[in-house]
């Protein structure tokens, strides 16, 4: 299987500190990595360098085997991204913000795919409705209604977790795993380790700026996993 | 990409005519401007005919650095900012849109402001009105084009609102300089030819500006 997502030597200060010092590690399609490490590590950094939001100093991220630097635009057609913020504009309807931002990832049919996925993701009754008035629960089942519309290839995720309840949680999990199932690919930064542990097939650690990997098919058990990674980030 | 600029551009529209609010305060400033200048100043026509350019353009750009202060806010919002450099969109579009927004309303409040002037300054200055919303025009463009990249430039910083005009206004001078030669020349009768070098000087200005703001606008948006 031919490498999906690899980044190379990437390197990254912030002043005199050196954050990242030169990671590497590839992904294949259908793949799903769980990077992990403490506050101020760097993981959300690392993110933005890969989908293109923050330059780094060294290394490149390639995307199907070509550098993204060369085709930008198309990198950023094939991914979806989910962070703690939601990404809508507060002023504009669930519908408005939905044929905004898919319209600008190039996706087709708008007219019968935005309420299908309003639909889906249980958000049709306020398909009208200003997203200011949308609770976080909400703002998120209308990320996962975006990403349907758009059908990214690679996800990015970044603490996406955050101010879920638990209902909402079941509901995203379904949709990453479907999502996966279909042949997506993932990479979620995230401190609640159990919630993705189940999808993951790479873990990644990131401590003092390097890569410490643990081998999840060689382990047992989501217990020996946490201790692993309470020995590595201690 | 003039497309995607065009869909920015199309977005942006839709939010400020929902609420209106950077439109009317930028105009009521301009208005209240007017109205001080009107009082302070004598009220004979000679000393208004000379004053006119420079109270107009002053007018204008107290007026229109409010609206480029608030041209990014929108984008602040729930991170819209993130959303739309991880989207296809290239940075030259969202430079064009936003700058593109700011031209259409910085002209939509010239059209109401030279009549608001010609009342209380230069009665006459109403028979110019399509020459000087043409001025207008050009020297908007150098103006939004600069005042869009350092806009960007200055969004995350906390004091922007100190720092957008700091950076803004020595860089603007050559273009205001033209731009109150060239009224003047209007006002006199003389019209906007009689000045043509510092209108090729306009236009000069107007270019580099564009062009340097719309290369450098990638690397503003990736600090």
């Known amino acids: ?89 507060n002023e504009l309807t669930a519908t408005e913000n939905l044929h905004f931002f898919c319209a600008l990832k190039g996706a087709e049919d708008l007219k019968e795919k935005i309420p299908q ?118 | 990409m003039m497309r995607q600029a065009a869909r920015l551009l199309a977005k942006d529209i839709k939010l400020d005519l929902r609420s209106l609010e950077n439109f009317l305060s930028m105009l009521f400033f301009a208005v209240v401007i007017l109205l001080l200048f009107a009082f302070a100043l004598p009220l004979d026509d000679e000393s208004h005919e000379l004053m006119a ?16 202060n608030k041209l990014f806010q929108v984008e602040k919002e729930n991170a819209c900012m993130d959303a739309l450099l991880l989207s296809p969109l290239s940075r030259g579009s969202i430079f064009l849109g936003k700058m593109a927004e700011n031209m259409i309303f910085i002209l939509a409040m010239q059209v109401l402001l030279i009549p608001l002037f010609s009342l209380f300054f230069f009665e006459a200055l109403m ?47 050559p273009l205001l300089l033209a731009a109150v030669i060239l009224l003047q020349s209007l006002i006199s009768g003389a019209g906007l030819a009689a000045e043509a070098d510092w209108l090729k000087l306009l236009v000069g200005f107007d270019l580099i500006y564009l062009v340097v703001s719309y290369l450098v606008f990638e690397f503003v948006m990736e600090l």
């Open chain 2, 53 to 68: 350019p420079g109270l107009f353009w002053v007018t204008f750009l107290l007026s229109g650095i409010l609206n480029l």
């Open chain 1, 117 to 234: 996925a309003l639909l889906a993701v249980g958000l049709s009754p306020f398909a009208n409705t200003r997203v200011g008035t949308f609770s976080s629960g909400m703002g998120k089942r209308l990320n996962i209604a975006r990403l349907m519309v758009a059908e990214p290839e690679i996800l990015f995720l970044d603490e996406p977790y955050t101010g879920l309840d638990f209902d909402s949680i079941e509901f995203f999990n379904d949709y990453l795993f479907s999502f996966k199932e279909a042949g997506g690919t993932l990479i979620m930064v995230t401190h609640q380790i159990d919630l993705f542990y189940p999808l993951s097939d790479q873990i990644l650690i990131l401590r003092q700026g390097r890569f410490q990997r643990i081998d999840k098919h060689a382990k047992h058990s989501y217990e020996e996993l946490l201790i692993q990674y309470q020995e590595i980030s201690a």
């Open chain 2, 127 to 173: 028979s110019h009105f399509f020459p000087l919303l043409g001025l207008s025009f050009v020297v908007c463009l150098g103006f939004s084009s600069l005042g869009t990249l350092l806009g960007g430039l200055t969004t995350d910083v906390r004091f922007k609102e100190i720092l957008l005009p700091l950076l803004l206004f020595p860089l603007l001078v």
């Open chain 1, 1 to 89: 299987m031919s490498e999906f997502l690899r980044i190379e030597g990437v390197e990254k200060s912030f002043g005199y500190r050196k954050l990242l010092k030169g990671l590497d590690f590839s992904l294949h399609q259908g793949e799903a990595l769980m990077l992990l490490g403490r506050n101020g590590e760097g993981k959300s950094t690392l993110l933005k360098i890969i989908t293109g939001l923050m330059r780094p100093e060294q290394g490149k991220v390639f995307f199907k085997g070509q550098a993204v630097q060369e085709d930008p635009e198309g990198f950023r057609a094939a991914m979806g991204v989910i962070s703690h913020q939601i990404h809508f504009y």
